[in-house]
């Protein structure tokens, strides 16, 4: 294996938190808008950066949890996995579902031996996430876990037994909003979880507040009245009056992929 991050990511990950360090879990690689570029003591904690920040690795994790019982972050956030939670799989031509409500929430039970262990990695992930959230409460310090909105009759991470335990704890608030005013390509209904963090609702808008605009996909030239890009399948939509008619091929990513705005 050879270090392929910058030098400022070399020197996070071989030093030990300072006093007024954030973790971020399940981080990704850095980005506009991430904690260090705002000037913030940030541990970035994802196998992205690091095959020894990999939270399915136990090692790695007794190091991180300790790390967590002996209070050396100030604040906590994540937003754990959630492929195999999607509630839009299977639409559009995509992967099945692999979860369900009730006790179909660890597994559908016709899944495959690799399917199950997607899914066991994913709620491995997520419980651990839950935990760190329930130390910092614990410890009387901020958290947000960010997910997909929540949508009724659909599977959703914060429905596990862990979350469910979080969401009981006092201060302890969902909150949903749509990233479109960030600039997503989408509206992407998102849900949180926080403590002793704050989303203005003038920011963080609870709907969207965009106007219904022509535009034509990519690929058939197809007119469609909408306000976003709808993150269904592979298809792309561009601006009516900036679509040129050409071959564009067949596209390679799901959409969801390029939606995160923020």
Same mark, same amino acid.
């Given at each position: 294996w050879a270090w392929g991050g910058t030098e400022q990511e070399a020197k996070q990950l071989s030093s030990a938190p300072s006093a007024s360090c954030i973790l971020h879990a399940c981080s990704g690689p850095e980005r506009a808008g991430s904690y260090s570029?705002?000037?913030?003591?940030?541990?970035n904690y994802d196998i992205m950066l690091c095959p020894s920040r990999d939270? &399915?690795? %136990?090692?790695?994790?007794?190091?991180?949890? $300790?790390?967590? *019982?002996?209070?050396?972050?100030?604040?906590?956030?994540?937003?754990?996995?959630?492929?195999?939670?999607?509630?839009?799989?299977?639409?559009?031509?995509?992967?099945?579902?692999?979860?369900?409500?009730?006790?179909?929430?660890?597994?559908?039970?016709?899944?495959?031996?690799?399917?199950?262990?997607?899914?066991?990695?994913?709620?491995?992930?997520?419980d651990r996430c839950a935990w760190i959230a329930m130390r910092m409460h614990e410890q009387g310090k901020p958290f947000a876990i960010e997910q997909p909105g929540v949508r009724q009759g659909k599977p959703h991470m914060f429905q596990l037994p862990s979350y469910?335990?979080?969401?009981?704890?006092?201060?302890?608030? &969902?909150? %949903?909003?749509?990233?479109?005013?960030?600039? $997503?390509?989408? *509206?992407?209904?998102?849900?949180?979880?926080?403590?002793?963090?704050?989303?203005?609702?003038?920011?963080?808008k609870p709907s969207c507040p965009h106007r219904h605009r022509w535009f034509r996909y990519e690929d058939t030239g197809e007119w469609v009245w909408t306000r976003h890009q709808t993150l269904l399948g592979k298809r792309r939509i561009v601006l009516a009056k900036d679509y040129k008619a050409a071959h564009h091929g067949h596209p390679v990513d799901y959409l969801t992929k390029a939606a995160s705005a923020y």
């Open positions: 570029q705002l000037g913030l003591d940030c541990v939270l &399915l690795d %136990s090692a790695a994790w007794v190091k991180l949890a $300790s790390q967590v *019982e002996r209070e050396s972050f100030v604040g906590y956030q994540s937003g754990p996995v959630c492929t195999t939670f999607a509630a839009v799989r299977g639409l559009a031509g995509g992967p099945p579902p692999l979860r369900g409500l009730g006790k179909h929430l660890y597994g559908l039970p016709d899944l495959t031996t690799a399917q199950r262990q997607q899914v066991e990695r994913d709620t491995l992930i997520a469910l335990a979080l969401r009981r704890l006092p201060g302890v608030k &969902l909150v %949903s909003y749509v990233q479109c005013p960030f600039g $997503s390509i989408s *509206e992407k209904r998102t849900s949180m979880l926080v403590r002793l963090v704050e989303l203005p609702r003038w920011r963080f």
